[in-house]
């Protein structure tokens, strides 16, 4: 008959009594964790799991996207604040502000510094076509709909390309031009089908899409050299006071003191105040995120995330604001962002072809 096997003998290493000196310790056996532990440290680990928080970065980068675009809608269109530039510049002193607390306090990336005089012209003259950008395209949402504004937005690899051809002579190859096809087809089906079609509206989202073009291959060119290179997060904490002193005259010679109107209306209703504060806010948010889910992802996933923010986008604003929208103009909206998809796997084909 065996006998049965007992522990004695184990528990009685050296190793795991208590009563050895901590000189004489060869190996540290830590205890085995209570159930509750284990519980509480998978818990914790769940939280903080870096797919979770890939994943909340992304839900924020949406949900900044879009609230800023619904905010935005609502301030210029239904609450009657009609003043584009002022509430531009209000999104550009907001930017300047949380930047200087992100990066010298939060320190969420290095501080990088101006260097020279010629750096500094080159962040300002990337600075005008942001603005030109920025209120152009929140002046389209004064008389188009968010769904159509999106629409036309997502047209801006076709102006890339020409911007990139017509200032640094670079060419495509051809299936990056084919792919370019759908993307000018499905906005001219979109446009003609519009029920709420404004032509000044869709003039200045243009303008808006082709300077946000315009600005990503000035920012190529300008910003070439190592040594003047800034991080996104840093080039908006310069661009941001810059954009603002910019826009101030602008704001006064054509929408008046508007801070007096403002400070008025506050006075009889304070909602504005939280308006106001909120979508600056989020116009924030919305450059942290892009910072935040290229930094936790890629440049490319931030592309393709912005394909589906744009049908998302659409989408909400129609069940918030009730447009009217038609087949023609959904199929329409459709083939562009198939065109922009296409674009995009063309561009790195090429890209792969070429290294």
């Not at 962040?123 to 942001?130: N, P, Q, S, T, Y």
């Not at 659409?314 to 009217?324: D, I």
Request: glycine share 4%.
């Amino acid at each position: 008959m065996v006998e049965a096997q007992t522990w004695t003998r184990r528990m009685s290493n050296p190793r795991l009594d208590s009563t050895v000196t901590a000189d004489d310790q060869v190996l540290d056996i830590p205890a085995t964790p209570t159930a509750e532990l284990k519980n509480s440290t998978y818990a914790v680990g769940s939280r903080l799991s870096p797919n979770l928080v890939t994943a909340l970065i992304i839900a924020s980068w949406f949900m900044s996207n879009i609230g800023v675009l619904l905010l935005n809608k609502y301030l210029l269109s239904f609450y009657g604040y009609r003043y584009p530039i002022f509430l531009t510049m209000l999104h550009m002193l907001s930017c300047a502000s949380y930047s200087y607390v992100a990066i010298n306090f939060l320190e969420i990336v290095p501080r990088q510094h101006i260097l020279s005089r010629k750096q500094f012209f080159k962040i300002l003259a990337l600075c005008v076509i942001f603005c030109f950008s920025v209120v152009c395209g929140n002046t389209s949402l004064r008389y188009i709909p968010v769904s159509f504004n999106q629409a036309i937005g997502a047209t801006t690899p076709f102006f890339t390309a020409i911007f990139a051809f017509l200032i640094t002579c670079k060419k495509e190859s051809a299936e990056v031009y084919f792919a370019l096809l759908p993307v000018v087809f499905g906005i001219v089906l979109a446009t003609n089908s519009e029920p709420l079609f404004n032509f000044f509206g869709f003039l200045v989202c243009i303008g808006s899409t082709s300077g946000r073009a315009l600005k990503s291959v000035v920012q190529g060119i300008l910003l070439t050299n190592e040594t003047e290179k800034l991080h996104s997060m840093n080039l908006l904490l310069y661009m941001a006071p810059m954009a603002a002193m910019i826009l101030f005259p602008f704001s006064l010679y054509i929408e008046g003191n508007v801070a007096r109107v403002t400070a008025e209306k506050a006075s009889s209703d304070s909602f504005i105040i939280f308006l106001l504060i909120g979508n600056a806010t989020v116009a924030y948010l919305v450059n942290l995120t892009n910072f935040l889910v290229t930094k936790h992802t890629s440049a490319l996933t931030l592309q393709v995330l912005g394909n589906a923010k744009a049908a998302l986008a659409a989408f909400v604003s129609v069940l918030v604001f009730r447009n009217p929208v038609t087949v023609m103009g959904i199929t329409g909206f459709a083939v562009t962002v198939m065109g922009v998809v296409l674009y995009s796997e063309a561009k790195k084909g090429s890209k792969v072809t070429a290294h």
